[in-house]
């Protein structure tokens, strides 16, 4: 399922970002991936990160490898490794380099309703791509995002009698899942956070369930 991003986000992003109560977070524009592609692997961030030079642009291309800043470049490797495009997609939309201002924002009255408000957006996304025809494997990559997503995203209807994260664990795969669909929770996997090892391990358990979903 391609979903274009610029369409479906870029009026209720302006809204938000003309809110006059949320202002003071605004200090730069929003920013997205334009397209998420038809594809079967996605990876899960929480916020694009402040560059000086690139304030002007609101939806990036993520399709020009050698254009990628180098926190996607894993992300390209492991499709690469297996043939397919990869999507991307931030909970939030702001511009911020750490995460511990996500944390920040949340205390705040006006700072939650802001970020409640981006991720109304982005988990209206996800559930697009949980109501797609063919299985899903998404790679959660960056820990706030993974206890967001663990206390907030309502996957009853795609696993219809699970009433938590545990009952949806999967013994054969080694991750979670949902009905035809996979999830990964992992450390960031750029930048040498993830170890290469914990890398290997993932592009491992990640061979094991596009191999399943692909026969």
Not at 180 to 194: D, R
């Amino acid at each position: 399922m391609k979903i274009h991003l610029e369409t479906e986000l870029k009026e209720h992003l302006e809204q938000i970002w003309a809110n006059p109560d949320y202002q003071k977070f605004c200090e730069h524009s929003y920013m997205a991936p334009s397209v998420i592609p038809d594809t079967r692997l996605h990876f899960i961030g929480l916020n694009p990160s402040y560059t000086a030079g690139h304030e002007k642009v609101q939806f990036f291309d993520l399709s020009i490898p050698e254009k990628l800043h180098r926190y996607y470049h894993k992300f390209q490797k492991i499709a690469d490794d297996h043939g397919i495009e990869w999507g991307y997609l931030d909970l939030f939309f702001f511009r911020k380099t750490s995460s511990k201002q996500v944390e920040a924002l949340r205390k705040n009255k006006n700072g939650g309703e802001f970020l409640m408000d981006q991720q109304k957006l982005s988990f209206g996304i996800l559930r697009k791509l949980m109501e797609s025809d063919q299985p899903q494997v998404i790679v959660v990559c960056n820990a706030t995002s993974r206890k967001i997503l663990k206390k907030y995203f309502d996957f009853s209807h795609y696993a219809p009698g699970k009433s938590s994260w545990d009952d949806l664990w999967d013994d054969h795969f080694g991750t979670y899942r949902m009905g035809k669909h996979f999830w990964f929770f992992s450390g960031m996997l750029s930048y040498g956070v993830t170890e290469n090892e914990t890398f290997r391990r993932l592009e491992w358990q990640l061979k094991k369930v596009i191999d399943h979903i692909n026969k």
